[in-house]
């Protein structure tokens, strides 16, 4: 094996590592857009149970608990996931996954055609 082959393996390696750092990132980012949906949807939760009991109504049972949080979450996911900085974190996560295993397959090609 030549030094150019060399420099361009270790040049390909390094795009690769490149490019999972960029998918750590990106997921990374998912992970907060997903806490600030919870974060939300509980304090959302927390004003309507209060909105309740100021009404001098009560929550009857797990069922009907499980209705507003589920409406809450739904409503506040739906608002943040259909927004466009979170479907471009979605679109960096598509798009660094297929870059990786594109990295991955062409790789693992040129290691067995060496074998």
Same mark, same amino acid.
């Given at each position: 094996?030549?030094?150019?082959?060399?420099?361009?393996?270790?040049?390909q390696?390094?795009?690769t +590592? $490149?490019?999972?750092?960029?998918?750590?990132?990106? =997921?990374? &980012?998912? #992970?907060?857009v997903?806490?600030? *949906?919870?974060i939300?949807?509980?304090s959302?939760?927390?004003r309507?149970?209060?909105?309740?009991?100021?009404k001098?109504e009560?929550?009857?049972?797990?069922?009907?608990?499980l209705?507003v949080?589920?409406?809450i +979450? $739904?409503?506040?996911?739906a608002?943040?996931f259909? =927004?466009? &900085?979170? #479907?471009?974190?979605?679109?960096? *996560?598509?798009e660094g996954?297929?870059?990786l295993?594109a990295?991955?397959?062409t790789?693992?090609?040129?290691?067995?055609?060496?074998?």
């Open positions: 094996m030549d030094t150019q082959q060399h420099t361009c393996e270790i040049n390696l390094l795009k +590592f $490149d490019g999972l750092i960029q998918l750590f990132q990106a =997921s990374f &980012d998912y #992970q907060l997903l806490a600030d *949906i919870w939300k949807a509980f959302e939760l927390t309507e149970l209060a909105s309740y009991e100021a001098g009560t929550i009857k049972d797990w069922q009907q608990f209705e949080w589920s409406n +979450f $739904d409503r506040e996911f608002q943040k259909g =927004s466009e &900085d979170a #479907q471009a974190i979605q679109r960096e *996560i598509l996954r297929h870059e295993l990295r991955t397959t790789a693992a090609r040129r290691s067995s055609q060496e074998a």
